[in-house]
């Protein structure tokens, strides 16, 4: 069982920066990939950004390059997402996720692949 906490989101001002984190348990967490994923109201939940097990693979939305960086603490079992530049656009509930495909360097951006979710933290960017 991974138990997975959101913290960090909240009310910023376009061009303002926040930072994510996501607290995961399980002794293992230094060999999942994770992930982050938004969901705006009314719409699906989609891909933001992955980073593998060992720091060196990420991936991103296209939506979000330049802008987010996701990153890991695995001493602390804790993953970033640190957002700079933020848009009205990127409100939404951020879900942080873990696939527990063991020290994969692949990084997956379907739902389908990623095994615990956290509960959500919104983040809500006003223009």
């Known amino acids: 069982q991974v138990q997975l906490v959101e913290s960090g989101g909240g009310l910023v001002q376009a061009g303002g920066s926040l930072r994510l984190s996501c607290a995961a348990s399980?002794?293992?967490?230094?060999?999942?990939?994770m992930g982050w994923f938004r969901q705006a109201p009314g719409k699906e939940r989609i891909f933001v950004a992955a980073?593998?097990?060992?720091?060196?693979?990420?991936n991103y939305a296209d939506s979000v390059k330049g802008r987010f960086t996701i990153s890991r603490d695995n001493a602390k079992n804790t993953v970033y997402l640190q957002m700079n530049s933020l848009k009205p656009e990127d409100t939404a509930v951020y879900y942080c996720a873990a696939d527990l495909t063991s020290r994969s360097e692949y990084v997956r951006t379907k739902e389908w692949a990623y095994d615990y979710w956290g509960q959500g933290s919104q983040v809500t960017v006003s223009s």
């Open positions: 399980g002794r293992t967490f230094s060999s999942y990939i």
């Open positions: 980073i593998s097990w060992s720091g060196t693979t990420t």
